[in-house]
């Protein structure tokens, strides 16, 4: 029997489009630029250890990118053997593990590369550490006044190396105009100079997101971090337009992932009811109401309430009411046939229908970002190929 016919909710991950956009981007990179995918948040909702083992199977990946500590065991647990780059904080207590994980560090301040140098001189091997600068998001680099101090110590720390330099942009989705990009690039390139004058040499140079990626080349260097492009998404609108401008029209994307779950009740309601907390909607008509098992806990957004679609039979079928904390409640009358336990697409397609990360993050006012994020990583996960769960 099909695995999904006795859940309420879960997510499916279409291996070929997860492969399809890997093999784009490898095709667009500069021809030594390594590609590290980002995998943090669950990779972006898709299931961190489904698309590991996807990832190591397509042989495009190079390195995994990963926020946290927790992550990084993940991904070793998920049987990646590969490099593993780690580009948030790990917590000084906790910095022994990076060596039994084998992964290789941001280094976003002096204070962690003077608790890293006695671990590596203890183990006899130097950490491998990528120094973040800063070049303008004011986020998580070293300050250029913070350099010179930094690199005199690191001179005398053999229990770390540093075997590359990175910077992250600030305002490469949000806008056509890249001239805010290109002074981070330069204040980049003059940091990454100051490294060499200080005899930190061979540097493995890494800037680039999605966003970067499609509309700066510029940016790809030794590594780019791809993120949001891999789940095939475009980072926004702005970054689609500057692609475009830029001769890449013939790319293309496709979402692997579809999220869905299953009528739990069906019932007939009088005009002028009132549906849900709140009492904010007020049926205008007869009703067919369909009860879903799956809320805002489960990551559907509450400000998705009363706006967005699902889809039913191949239909559109509006949300109505408020989304509670695991409920959600949609008007079905217009969908001839309807049944308990059918499936419903929350993100995906159905028929000729679909609903993009693009439509629920308008709906919720955020960004396809946050809504993959978010969905929750307790829901059951499969691979599928056309369709079908894929062994
Ligand atoms: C998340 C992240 C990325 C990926 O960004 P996308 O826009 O999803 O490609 C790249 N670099 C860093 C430092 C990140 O945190």
Known sequence: MDARASLLSWVEVDSAALLENLLAFRQILTPHAKLLL?????????????VTRLAAASRVVDVLGVHSLEEAHAVRAAGWIG???????????????????????TLLDLETAEALDPVGRKRGRALACHLKLESGTHRQGVMASELAPLLARLREAPGVRIVGASTHFANIEDTTDHSYAEGQLHAFEEGVRQLERAGFASLERQTACTAAILTLPATHFELVRLGIGAYGHWPSRETRVSAQRAGGETFRLRPPLSWKTRIGQLKWIEEGSFVGYGCTHRAGHRTHLAVLPIGYADGYDRGLSGLAHVLVRGRRAPVIGRICMNIVLVDVTDVPGVAREDEVVLLGSQGSETLSAEHLAGWAQTIPYE??????PTAPRFVTREGQIAS
């Open 38 to 50: 980002v995998v943090k948040a669950n990779a972006y909702g898709h299931g961190l250890p489904l």
């Open 83 to 105: 490099r593993i780059l780690i580009m948030g904080q790990v917590a000084r207590a906790r910095l022994e593990e990076l060596w039994t994980l084998d992964a290789e560090l």
């Open 371 to 376: 809504i993959l994020s978010r969905i929750s």
